[in-house]
């Protein structure tokens, strides 16, 4: 985090060690998570969650530009900076599970969220930055529609589920939700990290970009 200065970033602004304690000084957030804002509202229109998921994935294509992977994105680990929605920024936290990667250098540690986490890292393989991107796409996925693709009580089905990549945009929900939104989670949720759609990728999509979002949101 020392290395990390973004407007949707929490800021780290000092550091303190003793014997028995680490203390970071960080930028104070008083709004809240995203999750508790999606429990909330239950779901999006696509134009907010367009406007809610651009900042998030600007900040992780900044974080991997400096060739660090983030490895937790959540909806826990997204906070506001004030209770008011006029003002409030919404900046990635928690970079617990963060680290540098290089092409040489890839990572392996086998870490995560249940639900979120990359279908390459339960197969336990050398993955990188594009573990971010199926994050990013599963957080926009319940943004959309309130409920996560990938779920099971028992977690060794959830991570089967998820390593086969096997969800689908469950009907009457999804029917209302634009063929551009699926199609952006469609090229996230992909198995193959190779065939991901890349941070530079997303933030240059109409949809992403706010031009071809639907207004319009269903309650359930």
């Not at 407007?7 to 304690?21: T, W």
């Not at 294509?61 to 409030?88: F, G, V």
Request: hydrophobic share 40%.
């Amino acid at each position: 985090m020392t290395h990390i200065d973004h407007p949707n970033i929490v800021r780290l602004f000092e550091k303190y060690e003793d014997d028995e304690n680490y203390s970071l000084v960080m930028e104070l957030m008083n709004g809240g998570e995203l999750f508790d804002n999606i429990l909330k509202k239950e779901m999006y229109t696509e134009r907010e969650a367009a406007d809610t998921i651009r900042p998030i994935i600007d900040a992780i294509q900044y974080c991997h530009s400096l060739n660090i992977i983030h490895r937790d994105i959540k909806p826990e680990n997204l906070l506001y900076s004030t209770k008011d929605p006029n003002t409030a920024m919404i900046k990635v936290s928690d970079f617990g599970l963060a680290r540098f990667i290089s092409q040489e250098t890839l990572a392996s540690t086998a870490c995560g969220t249940p639900g979120y986490v990359a279908p390459e890292i339960l197969r336990l393989q050398p993955y990188g930055k594009e573990c971010d991107y199926w994050s990013i796409g599963v957080v926009l996925y319940i943004l959309l529609c309130g409920f996560p693709p990938f779920y099971d009580e028992n977690t060794v089905v959830l991570f089967e589920k998820i390593k086969s990549g096997h969800y689908d945009f469950p009907s009457p929900i999804w029917d209302n939700i634009s063929v551009e939104a699926k199609t952006v989670i469609a090229n996230l949720l992909v198995v193959d990290p190779a065939r991901r759609w890349t941070c530079e990728m997303l933030l240059q999509n109409p949809w992403i970009q706010g031009h071809t979002c639907r207004d319009n949101v269903f309650k359930r």
